[in-house]
Nanobody, 119 residues
Framework: QEQLVESGGGLVQPGGSLRLSCAASGFVFSVYDMNWYRQAPGKERELVATIAYAGNSTNYADSVKGRFTISRDNAQNTVALQMNSLNSEDTAVYYC????????????WGRGTQVTVSS
């Protein structure tokens, strides 16, 4: 069964850092572009960062450029999101998403992990 499981969320003070991880199983991870989305209370889900299936291309939302870094390990079937210089606007549930690099309608979602930035 296809599965994405996020971990690493929690409470962090403004200016702090967190590293989210997502473990994939049940599908061929290396042919899926991987994405991190987030959804804050009362807001729509937004795309935060993307890494291509081969790991040779990344993209970021303007709001996180220079602060967040997405990476993947195709040998371990994992994708990570390193988040630095966090602020209150980064508070959200963060979701891991995998989308087939050819057949984009084939995608999987994790259940999300809460990130709260507060003093």
């Amino acid at each position: 069964q296809e599965q994405l499981v996020e971990s690493g969320g929690g409470l962090v003070q403004p200016g702090g850092s967190l590293r989210l991880s997502c473990a994939a199983s049940g599908f061929v991870f290396s042919v899926y572009d991987m994405n991190w989305y987030r959804q804050a209370p009362g807001k729509e889900r937004e795309l935060v960062a993307t890494i291509a299936y081969a790991g040779n291309s990344t993209n970021y939302a303007d709001s996180v450029k220079g602060r967040f870094t997405i990476s993947r390990d195709n040998a371990q079937n994992t994708v990570a999101l390193q988040m630095n210089s966090l602020n209150s606007e980064d508070t959200a549930v963060y979701y891991c998403n995998g989308r087939h690099f050819v057949h984009s309608s084939i995608q999987y979602w994790g259940r999300g992990t809460q990130v709260t930035v507060s003093s």
